[in-house]
């Protein structure tokens, strides 16, 4: 058994197809066919079984790909780990940010870095959704993810960089727009716009006005994927957004109204995984964002 034939059965374990592992690996499928052959002779087990033309991994396959995966990744992780402290080439974060974050404050704070550490660190941005950088986390493929998320995973690490309060937008025109606050209660009867609960800010939108026992009064259109599509549909009709107070919203003719709720409508944190390999950076990075809090 050798570390070709292991990452060989991983692929097709996973892919349960021949002919994508080959694609994938970039070798013949006759290669990949004899590799596990080999190595199904050489453990005495069955790993995989015909269903139809296609093939599926046995139970015992199905155990044998827990642990192979584990291992591999272990020993990727602990290969990059070791490159990255005795190389001399640059380290290469890569970091996905939510939209709303990577104009405005991510670029100093990394820049700031980049400074600190010349050709030692560079970033590499990838501006995409909390739940995909979610995945992306969890899959390894980003190094660091700046997200709003309510909670926080085991074999994580966290550091809050901003609080983006509860806020009702309304047209100049509209009747509120003099208003200095407010209440959840005050939005009985109005045309409310906000964030589709498909996504995270929305689910949280949703809990939030359950507990706080306004969610069956409220006439809510809740459809839409972003504070811009929301605010673009307010500044021109009577309707009431009900958002996070966002840079996004600068660029609309709205007038913002604080809500009076106790809890921030969205928390943006740092995060990456503590096994990371570049985890020295990675801290050394939230000690930045520390001193930047100051």
């Known amino acids: 058994m050798n570390l070709n034939q292991l990452r060989y059965f ?3 374990g996973r892919l349960e197809n021949y002919t994508q592992a080959a694609q994938e690996l970039h070798v013949s499928q006759p290669s990949l066919t004899n590799a596990i052959h080999r190595l199904e002779e050489e453990l005495n087990l069955t790993l995989f079984a015909k269903q139809g033309r296609n093939i599926v991994l046995t139970d015992t396959g199905r155990q044998l790909l827990t642990v ?4 591999l990744q272990t020993l990727d992780d602990g290969v990059a780990a070791v490159v990255a402290k005795n190389s001399q080439q640059p380290i290469t974060i890569r970091v996905g940010c939510i939209p709303t974050v990577i104009g405005t404050y991510l670029p100093k704070v990394l820049h700031e870095f980049e400074q600190e550490h010349t050709r030692q660190v560079s970033f ?6 909390t739940e995909r950088i979610q995945a992306g986390l969890a899959a390894k493929t980003l190094d660091l993810g700046i997200a709003a998320v309510d909670g926080r995973e085991p074999g994580y690490l966290y550091h809050p960089l901003l609080k983006q309060p509860f806020i009702v937008i309304v047209a100049p025109d509209h009747p509120w727009a003099q208003r200095q606050q407010l209440q959840l209660t005050d939005l009985v009867g109005a045309h409310i716009l906000t964030y589709t609960p498909d996504l995270l800010i929305g689910q949280k939108v949703q809990r939030t006005l359950k507990r706080r026992g306004v ?3 409220l006439n809510m259109m809740a459809a839409y994927p972003d504070e811009i599509s929301i605010a673009g549909m ?4 009577s309707a009431v957004g009900l958002v996070a107070d966002t840079l996004y919203l600068e660029a609309f003719n709205v007038v913002k109204i604080p809500v009076a709720v106790p809890e921030d409508l969205r928390v943006i944190y740092a995060m990456y995984q503590a096994d990371n390999p570049q985890h020295e950076t990675l801290r050394q990075l939230f ?3 520390s001193q930047q809090d100051k």
Not at 68 to 71: E, G, H, L, P
Not at 124 to 129: G, N, R
Not at 234 to 237: F, G, K, L, T
């Open 124 to 129: 590499e941005l990838h501006s995409v959704t």
């Open 10 to 12: 991983e692929c097709i």
């Open 215 to 217: 969610a069956d009064q």
């Open 234 to 237: 307010v500044q021109s009709s």
């Open 68 to 71: 192979v995966q584990k291992s």
């Open 287 to 289: 000690q930045l964002f």
